[in-house]
């Protein structure tokens, strides 16, 4: 039996202000337990919430890298339910008139892209956390998460395996950074996907779904929904029906589990949000919103390939973050003889150590400016190319620049064409066998004439003049 598979994607994302959504306590993370706290959020009679208006405008600018229509009116409702880590019993967020609708993202699929719709971006405010391990039987709750304003951003269900969904989340990740509205650090729980999934056979209608939870990486979100969609078609053709429920991902076990049965919104209870009157954003606001925006990483692949040469491959890795983009273009600004070369270098020696010392760029020990003062003596022939990758190595243990090291090691490149001569006369003196073979015409012995100069050398002989001066001397 054909199955397809059927995935749409709710996606929250911690607006990073440094207060709350509707209150002025810090949403700083890791501070003690409850002591980020006050009547609003603690949910108290009688407080009145007040709209953050820095998270709304972080909401447009991200309706607007979308390509979302901005509702210039907005509201507020409440959505009841009954929570340990809810201390108001309900959660301040927007349900019929949310702040954005009606976008979409272009995802990587083969060679080529798929557009997936975004239905809407909705604002609303964070739950507590409930704290159940390690507490001898009991729970605890901390409510400093209680009021952190959040966008959740739902999918259409266009995504038709795991890896377009993974490719989605990365693509929306990328662009929440890039825009600077959300740290997205999964860890912390500032960028978390809540997935559906269902199966069907192609020409009948959509399946049950059932929705994931308790996914803090791309790796257990992937693995999750492959988990999920076997067991459903394995569910099915033993005879059995899918549930309509919320599952959690066990990702000791490698499985899902059921947690409780989908509620459907009637079950929230939902109406407006009476302390809060609508949000209203002119097209003026939008507009000077829009002009602020920053380049977007599509934006900026196209122009690392227009404007560098870049292959379209080394333009997506460098375009990963804004800080890494940011570093090659400084970089191509204090060496811009070569921008290739920059690429080659950042991309596959620079980010390797980096790699290896579990850093980013941004705490690299080696500036943009140094590596090009390295990369400038690669091009004027004061070191090879072999010998930099050494260079490399003590810039990033000592921090020293290229020219220092170059100086204290000895290291510069010996250019000279007389020393060369003369070292090639004296590697063929000393091997008059294999120098008689090359002439008879043994062509594979001008690698070992090289290595041996090389070596006289102790590497320090420029290469493309060692070769030029062997093939000459050689046939003398």
């Not at 000393?430 to 100069?453: I, T």
Request: aromatic share 6%; hydrophobic share 35%; charged share 25%.
């Amino acid at each position: 039996m054909s199955w397809e598979t059927v995935i749409g994607l709710e996606v929250h994302v911690q607006i990073n202000t440094k207060t709350k959504a509707f209150c002025g306590c810090s949403t700083e993370f890791g501070a003690d337990p409850n002591s980020q706290t006050c009547p609003v959020c603690l949910g108290m009679p009688g407080q009145l919430p007040v709209l953050n208006m820095e998270a709304a405008r972080k909401s447009v600018l991200t309706g607007l890298a979308i390509n979302g229509t901005i509702n210039l009116e907005s509201k507020f409702d409440r959505k009841n339910y009954f929570y340990p880590d809810l201390p108001k019993g309900y959660q301040i967020t927007q349900f019929p008139v949310p702040i954005v609708e009606l976008g979409h993202l272009d995802i990587p699929v083969g060679d080529g892209e798929k557009r997936i719709g975004i239905t809407r971006i909705h604002m609303e405010e964070d739950a507590g956390k409930s704290m159940h391990e390690g507490l001898d039987g009991v729970s605890h709750i901390d409510l400093n998460r209680s009021g952190v304003p959040l966008m959740e951003i739902v999918s259409e269900p266009d995504m038709r395996n795991a890896d377009e969904a993974i490719a989605y989340l990365k693509q929306l990740h990328q662009l929440i950074l890039f825009l600077g509205v959300s740290g997205a650090n999964m860890e912390k729980g500032q960028f978390r996907c809540d997935a559906n999934v269902s199966v069907h056979q192609p020409g009948t209608p959509l399946g049950t779904r059932s929705e994931l939870k308790n996914m803090n990486s791309f790796r257990f979100i992937k693995q999750a929904i492959d988990y999920e969609v076997n067991r459903q078609i394995e569910l099915i053709e033993d005879g059995g029906e899918v549930a309509q429920e919320t599952r959690l991902y066990d990702s000791v076990k490698g499985e899902t589990r059921p947690m409780r049965s989908k509620e459907e919104a009637h079950d929230y209870r939902y109406f407006p949000e009476p302390d809060l009157p609508p949000l209203r954003i002119s097209q003026q606001e939008v507009e000077a919103i829009k002009a602020g925006m920053p380049e977007l990483p599509g934006q900026l692949r196209a122009r690392f390939e227009s404007e560098f040469g870049l292959s379209s491959y080394d333009a997506d890795v460098l375009t990963q973050t804004r800080e890494l983009a940011g570093w090659y273009e400084s970089l191509v600004a204090a060496h811009p003889a070569d921008p290739k070369r920059c690429a080659n270098w950042l991309a596959n020696e620079l980010l390797g150590r980096l790699k290896e010392m579990e850093t980013d760029v941004a705490d690299s020990p080696v500036s943009a400016h140094k590596l090009a003062g390295l990369l400038d003596r690669i091009a004027d022939n004061t070191i090879s190319g072999k010998s930099a990758k050494d260079v490399l190595d003590a810039m990033m243990a000592s921090g020293d620049d290229a020219d220092a090291i170059i100086e204290a090691k000895g290291l510069k490149q010996v250019s000279d064409s007389g020393a060369i001569d003369e070292m090639i006369l004296k590697v063929m003196a000393d091997n008059p066998q294999q120098l008689e073979q090359f002439r008879a015409g043994k062509d594979k012995l001008m690698g070992f004439f090289v290595g041996q100069v090389m070596k006289a050398s102790r590497g320090q002989a420029n290469p493309a003049m060692v070769n030029q001066r062997l093939k000459e001397l050689l046939k003398a």
